[in-house]
């Protein structure tokens, strides 16, 4: 039997359905993948870093978050204040790390990857900020360190794309990339083609938590932009830079435009984009996120709601269309559960 040592840095809505994955897939990972999962430690912003050798009791850890306890009030641990000084501290084999995207510089998430590739852990990851800033550094790091960064749930939570981009289209030449990568404005759109107003659906978006309090991100499309330059890195090879991804939000989509598309037998989509350019010197990509206008002969048309999708445009596959969740507790915990399930299965 295989034995994993875990750690989990960022224990809120997407650790946590990790951890609760660990918990419900036991006698799976057992079964199906002679595989048992320690998970050793676990920290988040408030309470620190814990650790216990013998690993820690989920359940239990589960309940304290549920109530935002302390998780230092579990029994037999070792506390450090600072994520990274625990890391260093105790180790383990791989890392998950799960705190909040920050677009600016990618921390704390940059600093937590770098320090568990260094110290040799594998680290598999839902945070689109250190990907999005610093995929060629990090991925570089770990080739050098010989371990493996593995990203699946950073984009569409745990639907495969990055995984079948590498592995079911491996060989294939991929020319372009069209996605609805953000669930909060695929909604909002959804709803104003049903006749809503933008301002009535985003109150809503908000009070059913599909959209933040601050909704910014979102709905000016930075979301959208972090996950075309994950995109970018990954199956084109190109560190682009925020800046190099133009950028339109859907707050100037008006209920006319969405009449009119929809008398045209159109639909009005956040659609982010990457197009080889052949002729682009300095950067061969075209690259976007902005409204546009699809024929109802595109499956993107069709996606309502909060589902994400993506359209991959190949030599060999022509199209191939990927459909399903883009976000929440266990789509995204299935993530980061089928990232460490492909390391266990291919390292020593
Ligand atoms: N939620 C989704 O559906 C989803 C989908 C795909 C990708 N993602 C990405 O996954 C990541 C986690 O998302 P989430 O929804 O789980 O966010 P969240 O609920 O806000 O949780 C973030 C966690 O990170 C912790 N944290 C922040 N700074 C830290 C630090 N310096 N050291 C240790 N812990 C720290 C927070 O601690 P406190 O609890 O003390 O505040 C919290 O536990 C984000 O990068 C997000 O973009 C999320």
Not at 88 to 112: C, F, K, M, W, Y
Not at 126 to 139: D, H, T, V, Y
Not at 153 to 175: D, L
Request: hydrophobic share 45%.
């Amino acid at each position: 039997m295989k034995h994993v040592r875990l750690s989990i840095i960022g224990f809120g809505v997407v650790g946590q359905g990790l951890a609760e994955l660990l918990v419900t897939r036991k006698e799976l990972l057992r079964r199906h993948f002679d595989l048992q999962v320690t998970l050793v430690s676990v920290a988040n912003a408030r309470h620190g870093f814990i650790y216990r050798e013998d690993g820690l009791d989920i359940p239990a850890l589960l309940e304290l978050a549920a109530q935002r306890r302390p998780l230092t009030e579990l029994s037999g641990v070792k506390h450090w204040k600072d994520a990274l000084e625990g890391l260093q501290a105790t180790g383990g084999d791989i890392l998950a790390e799960a705190t909040g995207t920050n677009l600016r510089d990618g921390e704390p998430g940059v600093s937590h990857i770098r320090g568990a590739l260094a110290q040799k852990m594998h680290v598999i990851t839902a945070n689109k900020g250190p990907i999005a800033l610093a995929a060629n550094e990090l991925f570089s790091l770990a080739r050098e360190q010989g371990v493996q960064l593995r990203i699946e749930a950073t984009v569409m939570a745990g639907t495969p794309v990055i995984s079948t981009v590498h592995e079911g289209m491996a060989g294939a030449r991929v020319r372009a990339i069209r996605g609805i990568l953000n669930g909060t404005t695929n909604y909002i759109l959804s709803a104003m083609a049903n006749g809503r107003d933008y301002e009535d659906v985003l109150a809503e978006a908000q009070q059913q938590g599909y959209a933040e309090a601050d909704p910014t991100a979102d709905v000016e499309g930075y979301d959208a932009v972090a996950k075309t330059l994950i995109l970018a890195a990954v199956v084109f090879g190109h560190t682009l830079k925020p800046d190099q991804v133009q950028r339109r939000g859907i707050t100037g989509v008006s209920r006319e435009d969405i009449k009119h598309a929809i008398k045209n037998n159109e639909r009005i989509k956040l659609i982010a984009s990457l197009n080889t350019v052949e002729d682009f010197a300095d950067c061969p990509l075209d690259a976007r996120v902005e409204p546009v206008a699809l024929p109802l002969s595109d499956p993107l048309a069709h996606i309502d709601g909060v589902t994400n999708a993506i359209t991959f445009e190949t030599d060999t596959l022509s199209k191939v269309t990927i459909v399903g969740p883009g976000a929440g507790r266990l789509p995204t915990g299935q993530g980061l559960l089928a990232d460490l399930i492909a390391i266990a299965r291919t390292t020593e």
